[in-house]
């Protein structure tokens, strides 16, 4: 049981370029989030989806894109990288119900654009 | 939408002594209240959550207190040791129940 991964680790990008991160879990969690975290602003919610076919925006949705096809992968794209993108970006999933709403968490990207 | 503050941004105390991080809240009807811990290098973990429903939950040496007509909670570390050192966040779920926002963090440092 790895819970959630994301690949890569690390990547560092020229401004402009253009880039995929992917979240998996494999714990059949409804519900995705991705997230960049940033020094003394904590978590950031960029999107979210409840479920397969399904992504909503979050605090700060402008220049990323999601894509939720499968219920175990949430895909986080940037298509003009720009310095003011680099984080590190965290995907969660969870399984939600009334009043609870335990969110695990991958191991983090760490992205930096020149 | 909901905004979560949380003070101090960082704290240092002597191992043994008690740490308390506070947060506020600006949405009276937010329900759910958890605290995630963050290892250097790694992603956040759960710790310790609490509902509307109470106003206080204990779970060996930490505890968290909540009062939700001055909508702000704190998270109480006693008898701290090295291994708590870390960043912790507080958060509050959204009205839907579809997310939390976070707030900024606390790096907390125990000195042996």
């Known amino acids: 049981n790895a819970g959630v991964t994301q690949t890569p680790k690390f990547r560092v990008l020229k401004t402009g370029q253009s880039m995929t991160l992917l979240c998996a879990q494999d714990m059949n969690h409804e519900y995705m989030y991705w997230y960049r975290q940033d020094p003394g602003m904590g978590l950031r919610l960029i999107h979210y989806s409840v479920g397969e076919g399904t992504t909503a925006k979050g605090e700060v949705p402008d220049g990323y894109n999601v894509s939720r096809l499968k219920k175990q992968n949430f895909l986080l794209g940037l298509e003009s990288a720009a310095p003011s993108q680099t984080s590190v970006y965290f995907c969660a999933s969870s399984y939600v119900a009334q009043h609870y709403n335990e969110q695990f968490f991958g191991p983090g990207t760490r992205l930096t654009v020149l | ?112």
Not at chain 2, 22 to 38: E, H, R, V
Not at chain 2, 88 to 94: H, K, P, R, T
């Open chain 2, 1 to 112: 939408g909901e905004n979560v503050e949380q003070h101090p941004s960082t704290l240092s105390v002597q191992e043994g002594d008690s740490a308390v991080i506070k947060c506020t809240y600006s949405d009276s009807a937010s329900n759910y209240f958890p605290w995630y811990k963050q290892e250097l290098g790694k992603g956040p973990q759960l710790i310790i959550d609490i509902r509307s429903n109470v106003g206080e939950k204990k779970d060996q040496r930490i505890a968290v207190t909540l009062n939700k007509t001055a909508k702000h909670f704190s998270l109480h570390i006693t008898e701290t040791q090295p291994e708590d050192s870390a960043v912790y966040f507080c958060a509050a779920e959204d009205n839907a129940g579809n997310m939390l926002t976070f707030g900024g963090g606390t790096r907390l440092m125990v000195k042996p």
